[in-house]
Nanobody, 121 residues
Framework: QVQLVESGGGLVQAGGSLRLSCAASGRTDSSYAMGWFRQASGKEREFVAAISWGGGRTDYADSVKGRFTISRDNAKNTVYLQMNSLKPEDTAVYFC??????????????WGQGTQVTVSS
């Protein structure tokens, strides 16, 4: 199993940018898809973005398309989420996740502990 640790969250004004990072450790010798989810206060966790092992395929929630970009560096076992044009409704705890395949990101095998992103208006 892969262990995941997120970093890069914080407080930013609307219209600003943040980059989240997620470092993987443990069984990183096998291929796995990576993704980001978020959970706002009082709401259910929702999918944000995902990327295949090789990075050639990505998937985004409609609410973040054109503003967020997911990428990965397998040499560093790290996945990133570049968030631009942030809105107050992006405020949430952001979780990193790993899955066997991009198609199975709905049922991740590993979760990070989460990092808070707060966007002020």
């Amino acid at each position: 199993q892969v262990q995941l640790v997120e970093s890069g969250g914080g407080l930013v004004q609307a219209g600003g940018s943040l980059r989240l990072s997620c470092a993987a450790s443990g069984r990183t010798d096998s291929s796995y898809a990576m993704g980001w989810f978020r959970q706002a206060s009082g709401k259910e966790r929702e999918f944000v973005a995902a990327i295949s092992w090789g990075g050639g395929r990505t998937d985004y929630a409609d609410s973040v398309k054109g503003r967020f970009t997911i990428s990965r560096d397998n040499a560093k076992n790290t996945v990133y989420l570049q968030m631009n044009s942030l809105k107050p409704e992006d405020t949430a705890v952001y979780f990193c996740a790993a899955a066997n395949f991009l198609a199975t990101m709905g049922t991740p095998t590993s979760w990070g502990q989460g990092t808070q992103v707060t966007v002020s208006s």
